[in-house]
């Protein structure tokens, strides 16, 4: 039987700093899973609260033609050196706020709730808000 597209397997590299690694793997052995699974639900989680696909901008060389992140991380940098943690900060738009809002509303709606038996959040049942 042919592989599809759909069942196609390719590999994906990144570099991340070496506590970064760690961390992913100290957390992917809690929850029984291997890195690359670890990372791809990670990925695929994070990609789930985005309302339209998703398609990242190219830089064409000098010239960041909209890449609003590559954008921010230049202006940074022509003023000041960062650390690694500082321009995750500086560009992450205070996420832990916009998550803890987005949380809030979305046990408001009880289309998701704050399990302790589970060690986190789960879904009511009622996840298309009717």
């Known amino acids: ?10 590999s994906v590299k ?14 992917a052995e809690e929850l029984g899973m291997s890195q690359s699974e670890f990372i791809r ?9 985005f ?14 033609r909209g ?8 202006k940074l940098l022509s003023s000041d050196t960062y ?14 706020d916009r998550l803890e809002e987005t949380l809030e509303e979305l046990q408001a709606e009880n289309r998701i709730r704050y399990s302790g038996r589970h060690g986190g959040y789960t879904t009511t049942g009622d996840t298309d808000g009717d």
């Open 1 to 10: 039987m042919a592989e599809s597209p759909e069942t196609t397997r390719k």
């Open 14 to 27: 990144t570099y991340v700093p070496e506590y970064q690694k760690d961390e992913w793997k100290s957390h």
């Open 41 to 49: 639900t990670m990925v695929q989680a994070g990609r789930k609260g």
């Open 51 to 64: 309302d339209s696909p998703i398609e990242e901008p190219r830089s064409g060389g000098p010239n960041p």
């Open 67 to 74: 890449n609003g992140l590559e954008t921010r991380v230049l």
């Open 83 to 96: 650390s690694w943690d500082e321009l995750l900060e500086a560009v992450s738009d205070n996420i832990e």
